[in-house]
Nanobody
Framework: QVQLVQSGGGSVQPGGSLKLSCAASGSILRINVMGWYRQAPAKQREMVALIHNGGHRRYGNSVQGRFSVSMDNAKNTVSLQMNSARPEDTAIYFC??????????????WGQGTPVPVSS
């Protein structure tokens, strides 16, 4: 079984910065991809940033150039650095990880979610 625990977050003013972190633990054989999704009120969950274990990164169009994702393969952690925050970034942010657990069973797990309000 694999668990994801998020930390960091809180409110941020427009133009400000915030960092979210997430740690994966459990019966992990390997992690193929980690990253972040978000869900704003009355909207569908959307991809924010993903990073593959080879280092390839993908960003949602709305955060490109403002947010940065990084992963520590040795510690099974992923972080999201949010810069130049905008009110439309207000959402609940979810950590995501996909990979294989012991026994080579595939897993897709989510963190508990962190509300990030962006307002003055």
């Amino acid at each position: 079984q694999v668990q994801l625990v998020q930390s960091g977050g809180g409110s941020v003013q427009p133009g400000g910065s915030l960092k979210l972190s997430c740690a994966a633990s459990g019966s992990i054989l390997r992690i193929n991809v980690m990253g972040w999704y978000r869900q704003a009120p009355a909207k569908q969950r959307e991809m924010v940033a993903l990073i593959h274990n080879g280092g390839h990164r993908r960003y949602g169009n709305s955060v490109q150039g403002r947010f940065s994702v990084s992963m520590d393969n040795a510690k099974n952690t992923v972080s999201l650095q949010m810069n130049s925050a905008r009110p439309e970034d207000t959402a609940i942010y979810f950590c995501y990880a996909g990979g294989a657990a012991l026994g080579d069973r595939a897993f897709d797990e989510w963190g508990q979610g962190t509300p990030v309000p962006v307002s003055s």
